[in-house]
């Protein structure tokens, strides 16, 4: 999920990153981008910095599209500075190493997720997690760039720069377009799981089966938890089966929603549309945990009692630091879970944002950068 940029620095960010965007190139880049909120992405050309001791130049191969993606490119959360390039979800192959890295070599696959760079000494990212710098990290795209000034690219594009430090490393034992969603969808998906010890003997809940809720229901099951997802769509049963649930309870109805009352020890709610939370804290036993990773655009009304009645806690989580992200890939590589995908070329990406609105996909889009045009 995206960070965003303070109304107060919007202005100015916006004129950096209007400068940067017409200097003249370190190393020219085609991407697919977007000028404004009504406009639809197309090609461009961008500017990538050259490679510095400490930086990985990596050559896209892959790119899963978010649903944040969509939320910037739109400027949904009215905070997108333009142009904007989208894109958090990258694998690709390293084909520059600085004289200082360590971990990467030339020829080696890795992986960039949501971040490219924080403060690195506050005590969130001491403690490995960047996610929640003090000083607002670096977003793959839309964050203000500490290092060439500007706004940061995403991965709609050929080719991109990062500091060392933010890159990750892919097994090849994953399959590498599948794996790419795993830089978001996966980790926002896992790191709340881990932070809230889902394991052996727990009835765990997963509401929403879309490009989050498909992998909460695949690191349920492998951690060990009977899993149940809460879905309004009947159709929807012998998916979740598939994936790894155990149950399917259909939430639109009354009577099965109050046969599992006060029985979940965790519930992970992924949906981004208005929904009743009440609904589901009820279900949560004594001490029950409930985490939001989805991201409603209005304020979710709860009722106290639903709280304090059985001492619930209802929680946030937002992506995973870098140690915790290559956990979660090293993981998926012993356990072989990657996501279910459909890959488009970038020519498709338009008509990928409009079937996402109507969740017509099961259950990322990927970008194969290597069929795409960029004219």
Not at 181 to 210: D, E, F, H, N
Request: proline residues 5%.
């Amino acid at each position: 999920m995206e960070g965003v940029i303070s109304a107060e620095d919007r202005g100015h960010v916006q004129k950096q990153a209007e400068k940067a965007f017409e200097a003249p190139l370190v190393i020219p880049a085609r991407a697919y981008g977007t000028t404004g909120p009504t406009a639809r992405l197309r090609p461009m050309e961008i500017k990538r910095r050259e490679p510095r001791p400490q930086d990985v130049q990596i050559e896209i191969l892959y790119c899963g599209i978010c649903h944040s993606d969509l939320h910037q490119a739109w400027n949904e959360w009215k905070n997108t500075v333009y142009p904007c390039v989208p894109g958090h979800e990258i694998i690709g192959r390293v084909v520059k190493a600085g004289r200082d890295v360590k971990k990467f070599k030339e020829g080696d696959i890795a992986g960039v997720g949501c971040l490219v760079d924080s403060d690195r000494t506050c005590p969130s990212c001491r403690a490995g997690l960047e996610q929640f710098c003090d000083n607002t990290p670096t977003f793959t795209y839309n964050g203000e760039d500490r290092v060439s000034g500007g706004i940061t690219f995403g991965g709609y594009s050929q080719t991109i720069v990062v500091d060392e430090s933010f890159v990750l490393r892919i097994s090849r034992n994953l399959d590498y377009a599948a794996a790419a969603p795993l830089l978001c969808a996966g980790i926002t998906t896992y790191s709340p799981m881990r932070r809230w010890k889902v394991g052996q003997g727990q009835k765990v809940g997963v509401v929403g089966l879309g490009g989050l809720g498909h992998m909460a229901v695949k690191f349920a099951n492998a951690f060990g938890a009977h899993v149940a997802l809460f879905t309004t769509s009947p159709n929807k049963t012998q998916d979740a089966m598939r994936l790894g649930a155990h149950e399917v309870i259909i939430s639109k109805d009354p009577d099965e929603m109050h046969k599992h009352l006060n029985s979940f020890d965790f519930i992970l709610d992924t949906v981004s549309a208005e929904h009743n939370l009440d609904a589901y804290l009820e279900l949560l036993k004594r001490d029950g945990t409930m985490t939001l990773v989805g991201a409603p655009p209005t304020p979710s009304p709860v009722t106290g009692f639903s709280l304090i009645e059985r001492r619930r806690q209802l929680t946030g989580s937002l992506i995973g630091g870098l140690p915790e992200t290559q956990e979660m890939l090293d993981f998926c590589a012993e356990r072989g879970i990657v996501c279910d995908i459909e890959m488009i070329t970038m020519q498709q990406v338009n008509e990928a944002y409009e079937r996402m609105l109507k969740s017509d996909v099961k259950y990322r889009f990927v970008i194969d950068l290597q069929l795409s045009a960029w004219s």
